[in-house]
Each structure stands twice: as structure tokens, then as C-alpha cells.
């Protein structure tokens, strides 16, 4: 991580922790220290951590995405193995094929929110041989993938100011925004709000999951009183009404204004016999 990341990311830790407790702050200020101190000595010094520029990228590079997504164990794909068991997933290869093929030999700017271990931002890392990737994650001592196109950055989605530091930090205009971090109903939309807008004309913001509230309750603590993401999707696909209380007029105009059209997409993933895999694409005029 560059120096300068380093000191937007620290700077946002300790100011999502002091939104907590000024105790919760002061543990932070040499604890984080602490482990980006580690986490560069992983990064530079471990062969656990994989260095993509160094690949067979001749290889890679022709691997379709469901191919590239279930080779780096990511839920995008079709299965994950884990203790060489496979467990089917979310299925959402096919829609991204079908979005993303036209930028495939594009120089673009892609940002992921929840970018975890960077399982998903390795696949398109080769699917993307021109792109610079930003993953961008509320712990930034995951990652386990490195590359000069690769940019990591903490953020907190569920802090309106965190997000708006992270979108004023950025200077590359974006041209593909994915949200696969909270889940949380709130957290979508106001990351949807803010993001929206830094997406180059013609771009494309993906929101993954977006019904997971129909089994994991706990991600829509509004208990069914606020409008979710995918029905204000729909309700603006309709050119319907409608209304949420972490949307001001201002930005609700502005998507109204900007976006072209929306697309959703239904993956494969079940729990507790509920399909989970819900994916919205809503591209920009």
C-alpha cells in the first residue's frame, strides 16, 4: 500500500472509531499501527500473499469470467471449494458476461466495495487486462492479492462521511461501481447515492444481493418501514414514485436525471429455500 493510501485508510479507521467511543479511538491509534506494520511484512515478505503481475497471464487472460471467478474461489462464480467440497453459489458469471464484454478490452476504472480477500478483483484484475482496480473494504488487512493496478483502501459503509472522504479521495472517475459489502438496507442505498455519481457516462453500478433481507432479517432493521433497494430499482424502472429516508430530494433527482436504464438479475444461490441472488445493474446516461 502506498504511503499515501496508508494514511487515507488510518485516518478513516480512527474516524469510524471515534463514531463510536473516544475509547474505542485511543485502543485504535497504535493497534492499527500495528497491523498495517504486519501487513506490509505479509505483503512484501510472505509467499502467502499472491502477486497477480506475476501469473501465467497468457493463460488467465482467456479464461471467461465464471472460469476466472471459480479459479480464485469467488461466490460470483458457479461453486467455492472449500475442504475440496463444493458448494454451489451465486451464479452471477453469466450477467456479468453479458454487461461487462463490451469494456473487456477498454483501459476502465473499477471500484468494489467489499472487497474482502480480493477474490472477486483478481478475477477481474484478468478479465480487465487494462483496468485499474480499487477494492475498498471496512478491513484492510484482508487482502490477499497484490498488483501495481491493484489499490486498497478502508472504508466504513454504514458512515455517510466515511464514504463521501472515500469518493472525494478518489481522482479517477469511475467506470464500474460494485457493492458487495453490508448488505445492510441502508448502507446500499446511501452507498448507491453517493457512488452513482462518480461513474463515468455509459457506466455501470452493480449491486449484488440485493435481497438478501427476505432470510437474513437482521440486514433491514427498519422491519419492512423503509423501501428496500431493489423496490426503489423497480419503482425508477417504472417511472413511479417513491420515497426513502436516506435519500434527500437532491439526490433522488440526480438518479432520476441520470440514470438510463436498470436491470435485475436473479442468481442461483438458496438459504432455507429463499434464492439470495438478487443482482441489480443500473447503467448511467
Known sequence: MHLKNFWFSYKNILLSAIEVSYLKFITRIFGILY???????????????????????????????????????????????????????????????????????????????????????????????????????????????????????????????????????????????????????????????????????GGIYVIEDCNQFEVFKELDPYNGKEISPKEMLIKIKNNESFSSSFINEEDKKYLLENIKDIEIKKGSMMINNVNISDIAFIFKR
Not at 472460469?67 to 451464479?91: A, Q, R, S, V, W
Open 35 to 201: 497491523k498495517f506494520l504486519i501487513r506490509f511484512l505479509r505483503h512484501n515478505f510472505s509467499s502467502k500473499i499472491i502477486n497477480l503481475d506475476n501469473l501465467d497471464k497468457e493463460n488467465l487472460k482467456n479464461l471467461n469470467l465464471n472460469e476466472l471467478f471459480n479459479k480464485f474461489n469467488c461466490d460470483k462464480g458457479t461453486f467455492l471449494k472449500i475442504n475440496n467440497k463444493k458448494i454451489f453459489t451465486h451464479n452471477y458469471s453469466i450477467f456479468y458476461e453479458k454487461y461487462f464484454s463490451k469494456l473487456k478490452e477498454k483501459k476502465i476504472n473499477l471500484l468494489e466495495l467489499g472487497s474482502h480477500e480480493g477474490k472477486g478483483l483478481a478475477a477481474f484484475f484478468y478479465y480487465f487486462p487494462f483496468s485499474n482496480i480499487i477494492g475498498a473494504n471496512n478491513n484492510p488487512f484482508q487482502m490477499k492479492f497484490k498488483s501495481h493496478r491493484i489499490k486498497e483502501l478502508y472504508v466504513d459503509v454504514s458512515s455517510k462521511k466515511i464514504l463521501r472522504n472515500l469518493s472525494n479521495y478518489l481522482v479517477e472517475d469511475l467506470d464500474i461501481v460494485i457493492d458487495d459489502a453490508s448488505h445492510n438496507l441502508r448502507d446500499i442505498i446511501i452507498s448507491f447515492t453517493i457512488f452513482f455519481k462518480k461513474l463515468n457516462k
